[in-house]
């Protein structure tokens, strides 16, 4: 029995870092398509789609983490990371749409190094 807990905890926390993971990359993705939206037709576009799949790997992310949680009886903390960084998310996208960009480009930068930090603790 310990040993199918073992099993399902572990393919909580590989399942939470695959979430992690693509969350980094659709903010790195975000980070490219904003250079293409300065310089090219097709940027706008793709940054658009781009902001709602990174805020799906958001949603991903709290869904992994609670995942983690509540069957392995893990710490709340991988939750309370990802419900914060559901907040930024939707922060950034509010700033997105609001065109406010002093704002929404840093808070990016710090999304994506914080997403780094949490790949790295994963």
Request: net charge positive.
């Amino acid at each position: 029995m310990a040993t199918q807990v073992t099993a399902d905890t572990e393919r909580g926390f590989s399942f939470l870092r695959t979430a992690i993971a693509l969350q980094t990359l659709t903010i790195f993705l975000q980070a490219v398509s904003a250079g293409l939206l300065l310089t090219s037709a097709y940027g706008e576009t793709l940054h658009s789609v781009g902001a709602r799949v990174m805020y799906g790997a958001s949603m991903l992310y709290l869904l992994a983490a609670v995942l983690a949680w509540k069957p392995g009886g893990g710490s709340p903390r991988p939750v309370r990371h990802a419900t914060g960084f559901l907040v930024l998310a939707s922060t950034q996208v509010v700033l997105g749409i609001a065109h406010v960009p002093s704002v929404h480009l840093p808070l990016g930068v710090l999304m994506f190094g914080l997403s780094v930090l949490a790949l790295a603790r994963r």
